[in-house]
């Protein structure tokens, strides 16, 4: 079965996801959802493993202030991914087969009108090697899962702690910090194990983004 079709426009829609962008404080959004109850479907390829750190993290975010819930169709999506079949599918597969570079954990291609989140697809990649827990070896399932359902609520990556949200520990990096290693005196450790945990600036953003939704 062909996972992918139109690679050619899923490529140009990510381009233009970043043309919107409001940055506010040590955050930026990058999106609004068209409604606070946003809906997903897995792919029917997607293994239990992959399910389970993603219905996690959809809990991590549906427990944190806002009135903007994530959910889960209960019916899974079996054609071909693409981002503008209304679908929002959670799949694994090879983000280079849609324009994405093959160094990145994994993508969210936004589908935007204007300001607003139409649609949204969540492609973790074939190419990194997960696991579960804090090390160099792997990236973490679950906190990587988290980052990605944070772009699905419309946040975008976070470059650096900084000005209120100042980061001196790995333990204290934000949940849509960019990266899945974090610098400290000079030293990188990993860090996507602690992107499991919302900071304040991830829950700031989410309380921000359903203030703006009409």
């Avoid at 029917?44 to 992959?50: E, F, M």
């Amino acid at each position: 079965m062909k996972l992918f079709k139109n690679v050619i426009s899923f490529a140009m829609i990510f381009i233009f996801t970043t043309c919107f962008s409001i940055n506010v404080s040590a955050y930026e959004i990058e999106g609004i959802p068209k409604s606070r109850s946003i809906y997903y479907s897995y792919h029917s390829s997607l293994s239990s493993t992959w399910r389970t750190v993603v219905e996690n993290a959809r809990i991590t975010w549906n427990n944190a202030s806002g009135n903007v819930k994530i959910y889960r169709n209960s019916t899974d999506h079996t054609g071909s991914v693409d981002v503008g079949d209304n679908k929002n599918t959670v799949t694994y597969a090879d983000v280079t087969n849609v324009g994405y570079p093959i160094s990145v954990n994994a993508a969210t291609p936004l589908l935007m009108s204007g300001e607003i989140i139409e649609n949204f697809d969540v492609i973790f990649n074939t190419n990194q090697t997960w696991g579960s827990g804090d090390s160099f070896s792997y990236k973490d399932r679950q906190g990587i899962a988290t980052h990605e359902l944070g772009h699905v609520i419309g946040i975008g990556d976070y470059n650096w702690g900084y000005g209120p949200y100042y980061w001196t520990s790995v333990t204290q990096v934000a949940t849509m910090y960019g990266y899945s290693e974090y610098g400290l005196g000079g030293n990188y450790l990993p860090c996507s194990y602690y992107l499991r945990t919302l900071q304040v600036e991830d829950k700031d953003a989410k309380l921000e983004i359903a203030s703006l939704i009409n």
